[in-house]
């Protein structure tokens, strides 16, 4: 047996070899020590680190581990080599058929494991019951689906939150995670990727607004009715592996890391607190008449000048060359020009399935000449931003009411503005009705 005096010298001697260590790593006890609850973790439980050497079923447990989801149900993927059609559909006990009500079955080691080697492809459901989620997914498509998921690791990396980039299986989209030490409350994780997506169009202004769509998990509860939430298709899927497609990027080459699962086990890892620090952080996303100025880019020293003077343009509605605005002025227009969508929220607020409904409603059209087109009644708001901004507005003469112009226009604008905010004259007062004549001088803002 071992005695008490060689724990005790065999503790001394940890302790020196520690001291030794930290001396020659420049680190204080402090930066040395486990992390807490509110830093944020690596997988210091099991499975632990996992490498590419590690055995399958370490790799499947850290899988399931970090790409935590439902386990009584899964998707697969189904493709139609005569019709060429392809897409998702839950997992379902002897196969889909019409008419059929079969039960849904579960995620299983076995599963992953077929996923991880290629056998087949396999979509997760990120939300858990209880409106929880361990992981949050930003999905990108688009000729530029990588500009824009390069655009929001950049407002992650600015307030400190860390993602990873992944070649979606198309090889053409981008998929961007952040990853949480424990169960996060759904719409806590929403807000942060929604601030996170509101910084990110603010650096590149051409991004779709739709992208706030694009979020997994896509709801902030689940259906009353038993629904499983939205599904996102599952990385490290081995046959796409080989084509370099569902493989995190090396942010410095853009290139696969060599070892995908060595990389995934140093990734950091949010806490639930760190996460709601972090939703309170990011700023909120404003739509319609809550924009009252221009929302700058905080993420990025770099102000591009595009052009001193912007031409706007009235007709129909409201154009302005998108090439002559600066990106932040760029998305603060479409966000102005976009509103809540109500029965987004009565749906959700109903627990009832939001698939296909949008959160937002947008009102502004990108023609193909490159221009902005927003509702007509937005023009004083666009020439504010685009002064917000520093450059000069411009507009034909023939497209504005009025015979001088943009400055008549804007003289116009203010009387209405002062007309509708006076107190309207109580029904004793004599003559207050104005004559036709003034008031079609007044209200006449073709």
Known sequence: MVGSGDLERELLRLRAENARLLRLLGMTGQQARVPAAAQSGLFLEPPGVVTAASTPSEKVRFFRTLFAAREDVYAVRWENSRSGKSGWMPAIAGGWSKGASRPYLRLSDEVVAEHLSGRQHIGLYPLLPGDMCRWLA?????????????????AARAVGVPAVLEVSRSGVGAHASIFFSGPVSEAAARTLGMGL??????????????????????QDVLPASGGIGNLIAAPLQGRSRKDGATVFLDLGTLEPHEDQWAYLSSVHRLSPAEVAKLAQRVCAVKVGGAVERLAAATSTKTRPEPSPIVTVA?????????????????????????????????RQRRRLSTWNVPRFLFSYEEPLDGT?????????????????????????????????????WRQRRGAIKRLRSAPLPTMSSACWWPSPERARRSWDVR
Do not use: Q
Request: glycine share 8%; aromatic share 6%; charged share 20%.
């Open 314 to 346: 009235l007709g129909a509605g409201c154009a302005v060359t998108s090439a002559d605005l600066t990106p932040a002025t760029l998305a603060t227009i479409k966000h102005a020009a976009s509103m809540s969508n109500p029965l987004f929220a009565e």
């Open 138 to 154: 930003a999905d990108f498509d688009g000729p530029a689906a990588m500009l824009d998921a390069l655009a929001y690791l950049k």
């Open 372 to 408: 902005l087109v927003v509702p007509r009644g937005l023009a004083d708001r666009v020439v504010s931003v685009v002064e917000e901004s520093g450059r000069r507005v411009e507009s034909p003469t023939t497209g504005w009411p009025g015979p001088s112009g943009l400055s008549s």
């Open 197 to 218: 997506l509101r910084e990110a169009i603010a650096v590149r202004g051409r991004m779709d607004l739709r992208t706030y769509d694009r979020l997994f998990p896509s």
